[in-house]
């Protein structure tokens, strides 16, 4: 199986910038299309980024394009999600996602295979 580990979250002021990380474990992570999402109180699991096999094309949902950044290590089976700019709207857990019968990044949750536990992101006002 493919198992998927977010790391660092944390607390930041509007404004500030943090970085997460997720490290896959299984199969080849080369193979996987890996996508973020990020799931609010009360809300329902978003789509926020995703970056293809070869890292060359990223997708962003139109809330975090132009703040958002996401990269990917092959070498270190980890995939990063930079965020800048942040807002109180962005506090959410972010999750990680691999999908691994699609060469595109999809923008749903039922297009991926497998999901990390998330990491809480809190933007204070």
């Known amino acids: 199986q493919v198992q998927l580990v977010e790391s660092g979250g944390g607390l930041v002021q509007t404004g500030g910038s943090l970085t997460l990380s997720c490290t896959a474990s299984g199969r080849s992570f080369s193979s996987y299309v890996m996508g973020w999402f990020r799931q609010a109180p009360g809300k329902e699991r978003e789509f926020v980024g995703g970056?293809?096999?070869?890292?060359?094309?990223?997708n962003y949902a139109d809330s975090v394009k132009g703040r958002f950044t996401i990269s990917r290590d092959n070498a270190k089976n980890t995939v990063y999600l930079q965020m800048n700019s942040l807002k109180p709207e962005d506090t959410a857990v972010y999750y990680c996602a691999a999908a691994l019968q699609t060469i595109v990044v999809p923008k749903y949750r039922g297009g991926y295979d497998y999901w990390g536990p998330g990491t809480q992101v809190t933007v204070s006002s």
């Open positions: 970056i293809t096999w070869t890292g060359v094309n990223t």
